[in-house]
């Protein structure tokens, strides 16, 4: 089935350790992004990408990168510059970059011990 | 600045009653809404898209409609089962659907249908 899939579903993590997370899509859709979520506020936009090596930074990308190097990945580094890392992370797709509806991923919980 | 505000918060109705849940936009320069469920834990699922040249839109028991010069959308839930207990999210996209467009959240209604 097609569909988005984020990995690992649950992360801990030391403080000071960079953790990489994954997004896959085999929907073919052209753009890909990452949202994080907190209790309390809607989501917000760290990172996108409209095509293959191609990425823009979103509202919160301090602390955060991503690379692009296939259409179907989009994988997320959190870095230990990332001073509150502990969130919900949302991958996103979309079929085409100017119209079209936002596909989710089921999200990965990162804890930061 | 655009901001997206979801009123109520929280939502507590019987099974099989009709309700409506809403979303306010500040700027009325849209391109498209769209409106999504999370389950805890879970991801978001798109329910309905309208885009800014439309007044609504239905899939089965739900109805969104869309008036952009009142900054307000609603999402109607027509006799409402405890399935649909969730968090429901609207997002506004912003711009002229070109390539730096953002979508933007609101915090949700947290909806409990009591059996």
């Known amino acids: 089935d097609g569909g988005i899939t984020q990995s690992p579903k649950y992360l801990f993590r030391k403080e000071g350790q960079n953790v990489t997370l994954s997004c896959e899509q085999n929907?073919?859709?052209?753009?890909m992004y990452w949202y994080r979520q907190d209790p309390g506020q809607g989501l917000r936009l760290i990172y996108y990408?409209?095509?293959?090596?191609?990425?823009q930074k979103g509202d919160i990308a301090e602390g955060y990168s991503v690379s692009r190097e296939k259409k179907e990945s989009f994988p997320l580094t959190v870095t230990s510059a990332q001073k509150n890392p502990t969130a919900f992370y949302l991958c996103?797709?979309?079929?085409?970059?100017?119209?079209?509806?936002?596909?989710f991923g089921e999200g990965s919980r990162l804890t930061v011990l | 600045k655009q901001e997206v505000t979801q009123i109520p918060a929280a939502l507590s109705v019987p099974e099989g009653e009709n309700l409506v849940l809403n979303c306010s936009f500040t700027?009325?320069?849209?391109?498209?809404l769209q409106w999504f469920r999370q389950d805890p834990g879970k991801g978001l699922t798109s329910l309905l898209l309208?885009?800014?040249?439309?007044r609504e839109q239905t899939s089965g028991r739900l109805n969104a409609s869309l008036d952009k010069s009142s900054g307000r959308s609603t999402l109607y839930i027509a006799a409402s089962q405890p399935g649909d207990s969730a968090t429901y999210l609207c997002?506004?996209?912003?711009?002229?659907?070109?390539?730096?467009?953002?979508?933007?959240f609101g915090t949700g209604t947290l909806l409990a249908v009591q059996p």
């Open positions: 996103a797709s979309r079929p085409d970059r100017d119209t079209g509806e936002l596909f």
């Open positions: 990408s409209q095509i293959v090596n191609d990425f």
């Open positions: 929907l073919n859709h052209d753009a």
């Open positions: 997002a506004v996209r912003i711009g002229d659907g070109g390539a730096t467009n953002k979508l933007i």
């Open positions: 700027d009325s320069a849209i391109y498209n």
């Open positions: 309208i885009q800014s040249s439309q």
